[in-house]
């Protein structure tokens, strides 16, 4: 609601190279996003 929470549902049959490839892809984003790399804002409403 106020934009500072990652909601993460992954399915409950995920495999565990899903879930690493996942995580590496979250990590590379949040670095870039704190190295300011991301130009814009983006807020999804579900």
């Known amino acids: 609601m106020f934009g500072n929470v990652i ?16 995580l590496e892809i979250m990590e590379q984003a949040l670095k870039d996003a704190l190295a300011g ?5 983006v807020v999804t409403w579900h």
């Open 7 to 22: 909601r993460i549902t992954p399915p409950l049959v995920i495999t565990e190279e899903i879930a690493g490839k996942g």
């Open 37 to 41: 790399k991301v130009t814009h804002k």
